[in-house]
């Protein structure tokens, strides 16, 4: 079946620059969160402080190609979702939180910004993890504080 062969040559294509994506940002953007006190593994990270826990998820589109980077704030200590469930600070995501914030969309004024990596607005990765951590830098670490 030749239709199963070029969506078998696609994924297996975008699963490559995925996986070149992940080693860039373990590379460049993931040292940088460590040096901030961040723990975790990709794609969620998170920063126990006193007052607050700060989270980061990178969500990845399923349609290969994209991310986005998405930060919340939460009380410190254990969490209690919308929906009732407990979860402990060190397991808690970016998605357990209703209200997050989406990195890059104040900069470029949407709603709903993607760092593309593959595609026609494709930019370099090496260059997309320089826009992620000064994004992380800038509009994160601004969130971050006026939660507290």
């Known amino acids: 079946n030749i239709k199963a062969v070029l969506s078998f040559g696609v994924s297996v294509e975008m699963n490559a620059k995925r996986t070149e994506m992940n080693r860039i940002l373990k590379e460049f953007v ?3 969160l460590r040096e901030k006190g961040f723990r975790g593994s990709l794609p969620h ?3 126990l402080r006193d007052e607050q826990t700060d989270l980061l998820t990178f969500q990845f589109s399923r349609y290969g190609g ?3 980077v998405e930060v919340a704030s939460a009380p410190a200590g254990q969490f209690e979702t919308s ?3 407990k ?3 060190q397991k808690l995501t970016a998605h357990d ?3 997050r914030l989406r990195l890059g969309t104040k900069a470029v004024v949407v709603q709903d910004y993607w760092f593309s990596y593959d595609g026609a607005n494709a930019r370099p990765m090496k ?3 320089e826009l992620v951590n000064y994004h ?3 509009e994160a670490e601004a969130y971050w504080m006026k939660c507290i």
Request: charge should be negative; aromatic fraction near 8%.
């Open 83 to 85: 929906w009732g469930k």
């Open 97 to 99: 939180i209703d209200s």
């Open 127 to 129: 260059e997309l993890a």
């Open 87 to 89: 979860i402990e600070p």
């Open 136 to 138: 992380i830098e800038t």
């Open 30 to 32: 993931i040292p940088k």
């Open 45 to 47: 990270f998170r920063r």
């Open 66 to 68: 994209e991310l986005v």
